[in-house]
C-alpha cells in the first residue's frame, strides 16, 4: 500500500520479512481499493510517486548534508571557544548558549532526515549516523525518536493512533469535535477556556526538559536499547567534561536548562504550526494522500523559513514522502499543488508568522468549544 512504500527504502529487504505474513491473493472479482479511499486520488497519486522516481527525487545529494553537518559542529564548536577565550561572564554566556541552543535545533532537523532515511542510499549508515547525531549530539535516543515517529507519519492528528496529540486531554484539548465531546461529558483535567494563554508557559519551554527527557531515558531502557543508552551516555559526558571545566556547577546546570527550554520552544513552535491548526479526529481509514493533507499544512518558502524550520515548512510534501532528502521538498511541490487541485482537495501555505499565530487561534477556539459545552445544561 502507499503508507508502505512511502516509508520503506529498500522494498526487497522489508519484503522478506512480510512474506511469511503473505496468506494468499484476492480473487479476481474483489475490490482493491476499500470504500472509503477515493480510488482516483489513489491512482494518480501513485503515477505522480513513480514520476518522482523518474525524475530521481527521492536520490540525495550528500553535500548538501554534509555542509549542515558541519555547520552543525562549527557551531557546537564555537558555543564552547567563546567561554574558553572570553571568560564566563554574562556576555559570553548568553553568546554561547545562543550557539549552543542553534546547534541543537540544526542537530534535531539533521536527525529527522536520518531517521527518514533520506541522507544515504544505504539504509545502515542512515541508521549509523542517526546514533551519531541523534544520541550523541543531542543525547536522547534515536530508537525512541523511530519509534515515535513512524506512528505521527503513518496516521497523522488521529487521536489513539499519533503519539504527538496525546496531550489531549490530560493538558489541552484539541480538534473542535474532541472539545465539544470533552465538554459534554463534563471533563475537565485543565482549565481549557484558557489553554491559548498557558500554553506559553508549558509546552514550548518544558516538552524538551521535562517530559522528553524522561521518556527517552524511560523506552530506551523499557526497550532495552542498550547502545542507544551507551551513545547517549557519551553526550554528557562530552558535555559535563568540557563545559564542566569552565563553568562552575550551577552556571553549568543553568546552561543546560537553559538551552533545553530555547530548543524546546524553537522546536514546539514550529512541529506544531503545522499540525495543531489541521484536522484532529479519529482515524476515518482514508487513503493516504487524503489522511496526510487533512492533518498538515505548509509555510512559505524562503532561505530563512527553509533554515528555520529544518524545511519543515513543506510538511505536506514531507508527509506524502517521508523518505524524500529535504532538499528536494521545492522541486516536487508544484506537482502536488496539480494533484490537489485536480482532486479538490485543500493545499494550505501560510507565512512563518501567521502559521505560529494559528496555534494560539486554534487552541483558544478549541477551549471554547469546551467551555460553551462544559457549561452547557
Request: with cysteine; proline share 5%.
Amino acid at each position: 500500500q502507499d503508507a508502505f512504500v512511502a516509508f520503506h527504502v529498500d522494498k526487497v529487504l522489508v519484503s522478506k520479512y512480510l512474506k511469511p505474513l503473505q496468506t494468499g491473493e484476492l480473487a479476481p472479482d474483489q475490490p482493491s481499493i476499500e470504500p472509503t479511499k477515493n480510488e482516483m486520488l489513489v491512482k494518480d497519486f501513485r503515477e505522480l510517486r513513480a514520476t518522482v522516481e523518474r525524475m530521481g527525487l527521492l536520490e540525495p545529494n550528500q553535500l548538501f548534508f554534509f555542509l549542515l553537518l558541519a555547520h552543525i559542529l562549527l557551531l557546537d564548536t564555537a558555543a564552547w571557544l567563546i567561554l574558553f577565550y572570553f571568560g564566563t561572564s554574562l556576555l559570553p554566556f548568553v553568546f554561547s548558549l545562543l550557539l549552543l541552543t542553534i546547534s541543537q535545533v540544526q542537530a534535531s532537523w539533521l536527525q529527522h532526515d536520518l531517521g527518514h532515511l533520506s541522507v544515504f542510499r544505504k539504509t545502515k549508515w542512515n541508521h549509523l549516523l542517526h546514533k551519531f547525531v541523534m544520541c550523541h549530539l543531542i543525547g536522547a535516543s534515536a530508537k525512541w525518536w523511530t519509534l515515535l515517529h513512524s506512528q505521527h507519519h503513518a496516521k497523522p492528528n488521529c487521536f489513539h493512533k499519533d503519539p504527538d496529540i496525546d496531550m489531549h486531554p490530560f493538558l489541552f484539548t484539541l480538534g473542535k469535535k474532541f472539545s465539544v465531546e470533552l465538554g459534554i461529558k463534563k471533563k475537565k483535567y485543565m482549565p481549557y477556556n484558557h489553554q491559548h494563554k498557558y500554553f506559553f508557559i508549558t509546552l514550548p519551554p518544558l516538552l524538551f526538559p521535562t517530559y522528553f527527557h524522561c521518556h527517552t531515558f524511560y523506552i530506551a531502557y523499557t526497550k532495552k536499547y542498550w547502545a542507544d543508552l551507551a551513545w547517549m551516555l557519551t553526550f554528557y559526558i562530552r558535555f559535563f567534561y568540557t563545559y564542566g571545566s569552565l563553568l562552575e556547577t550551577k552556571t553549568l546546570n543553568s546552561l543546560i536548562s537553559l538551552h533545553r527550554m530555547l530548543e524546546s520552544s524553537w522546536f514546539v513552535w514550529v512541529s506544531q504550526m503545522n499540525h495543531i491548526p489541521m484536522d484532529i479526529d479519529y482515524d476515518k481509514n482514508l487513503d493516504w494522500v487524503s489522511t496526510q493533507l487533512l492533518a498538515t499544512c505548509n509555510v512559505e518558502q524562503s532561505l530563512f523559513n527553509d533554515w528555520f524550520t529544518g524545511h519543515l515548512n513543506f510538511q505536506i510534501e514531507h508527509h506524502l514522502f517521508p523518505t524524500m532528502p529535504r532538499h528536494n521538498y521545492c522541486k516536487v511541490a508544484p506537482l502536488v499543488k496539480s494533484l490537489c487541485a485536480k482532486h479538490g482537495l485543500e493545499y494550505q501555505c501560510k507565512p512563518l508568522l501567521t502559521a505560529f499565530a494559528d496555534i494560539v487561534h486554534s487552541l483558544k477556539t478549541s477551549g471554547e468549544l469546551w467551555h460553551d459545552a462544559y457549561l452547557h445544561k
